[in-house]
């Protein structure tokens, strides 16, 4: 959807890719939380989570820094840059590991 943003040409069309890009975002984190939940011990639940969002946080804190030196120096870069953290995320997905397969 960041990708996208550079061929948007009406003013419409940019803020309804950008919610979708918020909103997405927005999912994923609950996802996120979900999946650690699930992937975790009991006793390491509560730090796990905590460790998640905190260093969730940071990542925003450093990747708003970043961006906005990109957007001063190659605007395009920005969006494409963007785009490809995105897509990075959605391929590391698949190589999380699955539940646990019950033996019968």
């Not at 390491?44 to 906005?68: D, E, K, N």
């Not at 969006?79 to 698949?94: D, E, T």
Request: glycine content about 6%; charged content about 5%.
């Amino acid at each position: 959807m960041g990708a996208a943003l550079l061929a948007a040409n009406t003013e419409a069309l940019v803020v309804t890719l950008s919610s979708l890009y918020i909103a997405t975002t927005g999912v994923c984190i609950n996802m996120l939380s979900t999946i650690v939940i699930d992937l975790i011990p009991t006793q390491f639940r509560a730090m796990a989570v905590c460790l998640s969002l905190m260093s969730g946080r940071l990542g925003v804190t450093v990747f708003s820094l970043a961006i906005g030196f990109i957007l001063d120096h190659a605007c395009n870069a920005a969006f494409i840059l963007l785009s490809v953290v995105v897509l990075a995320c959605c391929l590391l997905m698949y190589l999380l590991p699955g539940p646990p397969k019950s033996i019968d």
